[in-house]
Each structure stands twice: as C-alpha cells, then as structure tokens.
C-alpha cells in the first residue's frame, strides 16, 4: 500500500485528516518513520500510524491503529 492508500482508507473510516496531512509509521524500537505518497508499506497487520497537518502549530495528530 503506498502512503496515499492508507490515509485514503484512513478518511474512509472516518479518521478526520486531509489527503494533505504528513504520514508517518509508529516503529516498533520507539521510533517513527515518515511514509510519502508514493512510498510503498508492506501491512501485516497491527501497525499504527500517525498524520500530521504541516500547517498545524499545535502538534496534534490523529492516530490510526
């Protein structure tokens, strides 16, 4: 799936984000990764992401197991 599939599912589940919104995926060392459009993310099952507005100063995101 590449970044674009996951936030379009995401917003098909009604997660409110915006097609605009930085992806990224909760590693399981602690750390995150950043997941571009066009990247492609192999899903196995038990993920968790995360999407960030660029343009939101307050560092919110809304996350999506």
């Known amino acids: 799936h590449t970044g674009t599939e996951i ?3 995401a917003i098909a589940q009604h997660v409110e984000i ?7 995926e909760d590693l399981p060392n602690g750390g995150s ?4 459009d066009t990247d492609r993310v192999h899903i196995k099952g038990g993920e968790a992401f995360l999407a960030i507005d ?10 999506r197991p």
Request: glycine share 12%.
């Open 18 to 24: 915006k097609m605009s919104f930085t992806l990224s």
């Open 33 to 36: 990764k950043i997941i571009g």
């Open 7 to 9: 936030k379009a599912a």
């Open 54 to 63: 660029d343009h939101d100063d307050s560092g919110e995101g809304n996350r």
